[in-house]
């Protein structure tokens, strides 16, 4: 009986020092979100076992909330086939999105690891071992089948706190997804309404360009018959040198926008000459200000609920930090299966040890951590409350300024427009002067101009509205 009891506890000692221990736990590396994203929509997937708390949505129906983030709906309202097309390449191939996908998958995992603390432990291990004992010649072959279960038993509910902060803080991530697929989608939406816009200023720049080419040239010839002056032809030229330089810079901004749009939705700049886009003319342009934003639409913002959610994860880590004053309650359990050079009596009852075990440990000094950990939980609490009223109160000024400056613009669009219908007519008076010789071809030129610069006026404040109209739907939360 010695010699047992010796040899139990050398094979028990080397388990100890070697054995590895292997966690049951449950198959969910394979439904990660992921991993998920990489199976095609059209195969037909199996039933998964594990728990239902932690059941994902498929590929199809996560591509689908994420299409509802942006309300593509409100997009297609502008009736432009391309600027649907980069929505949906963003919502695709955006980086920024699929960086906040993935980090959205991160608090995940995270919570799930928590959530995985609240359940037991369980590990198995085996150790063949060769054995000689004292005053023996001969040695002997062991086997041995440690297992060790423990469980933090959670009367006071501590861990289900800690799980359900982590979980408050994976639903906050999500809000910061959302606010992310909405901010990317603005962003297209601004970038390519400003191409349009700078094709049609590049287009009515040229036609400056032409007529001050002409107006110098004429001048030139008056010039030299002693009709005009130097000076009136040096001011024609200075006039045709910068409607040049308006021309490059003009340039220069739209290829910015273009190399800008490639990046947006997930294209290398190097593309951005296939970049398609219609003309401004033929943008479908209406006043779409609502008279009035409801309350709920501000209340569902992301960054609103974003908040909300970090207050409640705040209020938990404080109950968390009082449950900390509480014993900590544990279970174990071993079970050891000990055989001597029989293998298949490893599992027998008389080779079998077994215990089970429960300990409470109350902390009673730690050098005032839990006190100064309650008090660093209470203010963190009231931090993110105050950050909440913030987060109302700009939620509301930002939709009130977005509603202001769009029906300004559409206002101020509104005055262009009549200041462009006079230009239009007083042009074509002009045409009939010069039609009848009362006007020289000059002053044509220049009524020609004029219109030219009115019609550049219209097309930048017809894309401010756009961009504002834009800024209103980010500030609803794409739920206008």
Not at 226 to 243: E, I, M, P, Q, W
Not at 313 to 318: H, L, S, T, W
Not at 462 to 467: A, D
């Amino acid at each position: 009986m010695k010699k047992i009891t010796a040899l139990t506890l050398l094979v028990a000692l080397q388990l100890s020092m070697y054995t590895p221990v292997f966690a049951i736990e449950e198959n969910s590396a394979k439904d990660t979100g992921s991993k998920s994203e990489q199976t095609s929509v059209e195969q037909p997937k199996k039933e998964k076992k594990g728990w239902s708390l932690f059941k994902k949505k498929n590929k199809e129906d996560k591509f689908r909330a994420k299409v509802e983030y942006i309300n593509t709906d409100w997009w297609a309202s502008f009736q432009d086939p391309y600027l649907n097309e980069y929505i949906a390449l963003a919502l695709n191939k955006n980086h920024d999105m699929k960086i906040a996908t993935i980090s959205t998958e991160e608090y995940y995992q995270n919570y799930r690891v928590q959530f995985g603390a609240e359940l037991p432990q369980i590990g198995v291990g085996f150790s063949p071992a060769l054995v000689k004992m004292p005053g023996t010649s001969d040695s002997v072959g062991a086997f041995s089948l440690p297992g060790i279960a423990s469980y933090e038993a959670d009367i006071f509910l501590k861990n289900r706190d800690k799980t359900k902060s982590v979980q408050k803080q994976y639903e906050a991530s999500t809000m910061d997804e959302r606010a992310a697929y909405i901010s990317v989608a603005s962003a297209v939406g601004t970038v390519y309404f400003n191409i349009v816009r700078m094709d049609k200023t590049i287009e009515l720049q040229k036609e400056i360009n032409k007529q001050r080419q002409e107006i110098y040239d004429l001048m030139v010839l008056s010039n030299k018959e002693g009709l005009a002056s130097a000076a009136d032809t040096v001011r024609a030229n200075k006039a045709l040198v910068r409607g040049e330089s308006d021309l490059i810079e003009l340039e220069k901004q739209r290829e910015k926008l273009l190399n800008q749009l490639a990046v947006l939705i997930g294209e290398s700049p190097e593309n951005k000459d296939s970049l398609k886009r219609i003309t401004l003319d033929e943008l479908v342009i209406a006043n779409r200000v609502p008279a009035e934003i409801s309350s709920e639409i501000i209340e569902n913002r992301p960054d609103y609920l974003r908040a909300a959610k970090m207050v409640e994860k705040a209020g938990i880590d404080v109950r968390v930090a009082k449950k900390e004053f509480l014993p900590t309650i544990s279970l174990s359990g071993l079970a050891f299966f000990n055989s001597f050079a029989d293998f298949g009596s490893l599992f027998t009852t008389k080779n079998m040890l077994w215990s089970l075990a429960a300990s409470a440990v109350w902390p009673v000094f730690t050098g005032g951590q839990r006190i100064a950990n309650l008090r660093l939980k209470k203010a963190q609490y009231e931090r993110v409350l105050q950050e909440y009223l913030k987060t109302n109160l700009e939620a509301i000024q930002e939709v009130n300024d977005a509603m202001v400056s769009a029906n300004l613009d559409w206002e101020k669009l509104s005055r262009t427009l009549e200041q462009q219908e006079l230009e239009e007519k007083d042009f074509s008076y002009n045409e009939m002067k010069y039609a009848e010789g009362t006007i020289s071809k000059l002053d044509l030129i220049q009524f020609r101009e004029n219109l030219l610069t009115i019609n550049q006026l219209v097309a930048q404040q017809k894309t401010e509205y756009l961009v504002d109209y834009i800024g209103l739907y980010k500030a609803c939360g794409a739920q206008i």
